[in-house]
């Protein structure tokens, strides 16, 4: 059955349905978040306490001089920008995409005229608008109780930007290659939490790589987890320029690129365990 299901998905999909459904679906996805306004002011309020927490820590750490090369001007920044790409995505979550897989309702998605993955990514970026809001607001406050933010000048918060927008496709990659173990597993909660921690620590979100052992920063530093965090925070404090720089992009977008088709061929096998009704 769910061979018969991905042959008439694919052949819908290769039709072609424009652009217009992917922005429809972006639409509901943003609507649908914004109808929840509680539980997403709740999950804001938990992040946002989180950085609070964070900042007073690192606060009192620095208070006797720099770390690693981070003094707390330098470190305020970073947390900042782990924070804002740590909240890139994190509206809308994977645990949708896992529940519709639980529930079933993919073998339905698998019937509609549109490539799953690239609806599932529409999907995902619904909650972008409210995230932005959030990352200003965060600013904001972070500039109101603690004081001047290190602001990048024009050419490295360009090279910033552009890095900031390839964390969005890299965490659905990433996020979307874990929901699709569900398949298998039929549960959802040990694995996310495994996702969690392993991009938490290997990003950079949790300390930064320079601060972690010789042996553990050096992976780091090569795996995709980086360029959620480490890579962005970089190019924000001038870490790294010039043609290093250009590196960390390319390399960037090369994960965005690999974890893309590379969720293709994992979602291939995934569908041929695909059980609905028992089928």
């Not at 406050?141 to 990048?152: C, E, K, W």
Request: with cysteine; net charge positive.
């Amino acid at each position: 059955m769910s061979e018969h299901i991905l042959e008439l998905g694919a052949r819908r999909a290769r039709r072609g349905a424009g652009v217009k459904p992917y922005l429809g679906l972006l639409r509901m996805s943003t609507r649908r978040i914004l109808t929840y306004r509680l539980n997403s002011l709740i999950l804001w309020i938990g992040g946002a306490t989180f950085l609070a927490g964070s900042l007073a820590v690192w606060h009192a750490l620095l208070s006797e001089g720099a770390i690693g090369g981070y003094d707390w001007h330098q470190m305020k920044a970073y947390l900042l920008v782990g924070w804002a790409t740590a909240s890139i995505g994190s509206a809308y979550g994977d645990w949708w995409m896992a529940s519709r897989i639980f529930e079933g309702h993919v073998a339905t998605d698998l019937t509609k005229p549109l490539d799953y993955q690239w609806a599932r990514f529409s999907e995902h970026m619904g909650g972008l608008a409210t995230e932005f809001i959030a990352i200003a607001v965060a600013a904001t406050a972070i500039v109101a109780f603690t004081g001047d933010l290190i602001v990048p000048g024009p050419g490295q918060a360009l090279l910033f930007a552009v890095s900031f927008l390839l964390v969005a496709p890299l965490k659905f990659t990433i996020a979307y290659i874990t929901t699709m173990a569900c398949f298998w597993t039929q549960n959802f909660m040990g694995v996310s939490w495994a996702k969690d921690a392993i991009v938490t620590l290997f990003s950079g979100a949790l300390i930064p790589l320079a601060l972690l052992p010789a042996w553990l920063a050096g992976p780091a530093s090569v795996l995709p987890f980086a360029s959620i965090t480490a890579t962005p925070a970089a190019l924000y404090l001038g870490q790294a320029t010039g043609w290093e720089a250009l590196r960390l992009l390319a390399v960037q977008a090369a994960w965005v690129l690999a974890l893309w088709w590379g969720a293709r061929l994992i979602w291939r096998r995934a569908l041929r365990a695909l059980t609905v009704h028992g089928g």
